[in-house]
């Protein structure tokens, strides 16, 4: 059984920094797609980044690009989000979430192709 749990959120001021973990579990594949997405209340769900881990392949939304980092550990079963120069626009509930075997496609984005989702950590940025 697939299981994904995110931790590493926490409050921080404008401008700090944070690194969410994914730890997952039951994953059998080397090569997936691993993604990060988030939600802020009343705000419908944004891919934030996405990693393929089968050659490190990333994409990023515009909103986080040059700030946010995704990247995974030596045996693919970690991936990590670093998060710096965090605006208080950032404030979300972020998940982690899988699709297996898969590179990750054009439209990763919107969340449907992936399969397996975490139950998220809250980040919250101040100003």
């Known amino acids: 059984q697939v299981r994904l749990h995110e931790s590493g959120g926490g409050s921080v001021q404008a401008g700090g920094s944070l690194r969410l973990s994914c730890a997952a579990s039951?994953?059998?594949?080397?090569?997936?797609?691993m993604g990060w997405f988030r939600q802020a209340p009343g705000k419908e769900r944004e891919g934030v980044a996405t990693?393929?881990?089968?050659?490190?392949?990333?994409y990023y939304a515009d909103s986080v690009k040059g700030r946010f980092t995704v990247s995974q550990d030596n045996t693919g079963n970690t991936v990590y989000l670093l998060m710096n120069s965090l605006k208080p626009e950032d404030t979300a509930m972020y998940y982690c979430?899988?699709?297996?075997?898969?590179?990750?496609?054009?439209?990763?984005?919107?969340?449907?192709?992936?399969?397996?989702w975490g139950q998220g950590t809250q980040v919250t940025v101040s100003s």
């Open positions: 990693i393929y881990t089968g050659d490190n392949s990333t």
């Open positions: 039951g994953i059998t594949y080397s090569s997936n797609c």
């Open positions: 979430a899988a699709d297996l075997f898969t590179t990750c496609g054009s439209f990763w984005y919107t969340g449907r192709t992936y399969k397996y």
